[in-house]
């Protein structure tokens, strides 16, 4: 796998993990991720924007990060999340194999109810979740 491609895979997995962590952070720490992440600053953009040095702000997005690992390591909300949609995803297709063998109404039910659970999965879910 290329550095690029790398790269993207931390940058999303940090994305998943603030999004499940975040509000376990300080308020300064979701700022700085924010900008990093989020608005794309760069270090030298925060620590001017924020008055600290550049290496503070480096020292913050590391912090930050091994915490929301931690939290991961112990909560496994975003292993949890990956398994629930591959779970929801296989589900569904078993549902397009099956579905013509039921009456309409039944199919008309079953599709409601499928509906209902998928408003309620991305709530559990906090976002994409990428392999």
């Given at each position: ?49 924020l008055s600290i040095t550049r ?51 039944s199919q008309m039910e079953m ?13 559990f879910i906090g976002g994409e979740?990428?392999?």
């Amino acid at each position: 796998m290329s550095s690029s491609a790398d790269n993207m895979n931390e940058v999303t997995r940090m994305g998943d993990l603030y999004d499940f962590y975040g509000a376990l952070l300080t308020e300064r720490q979701r700022q700085i991720i924010e900008m990093y992440h989020v608005e794309d600053w760069s270090l030298s953009e925060i620590a001017e924007s924020l008055s600290i040095t550049r290496q503070a702000v480096h020292d913050q997005l590391r912090r930050a990060g091994e915490q929301l690992e931690q939290y991961e390591a112990v909560l496994q909300l975003r292993a949890a999340a990956r398994a629930q949609q591959e779970a929801w995803s296989k589900l569904m297709r078993v549902w397009a194999k099956v579905r013509h063998e039921l009456s309409a109404a039944s199919q008309m039910e079953m599709d409601a109810a499928f509906a209902s659970m998928d408003r309620t999965l991305p709530g559990f879910i906090g976002g994409e979740v990428d392999a």
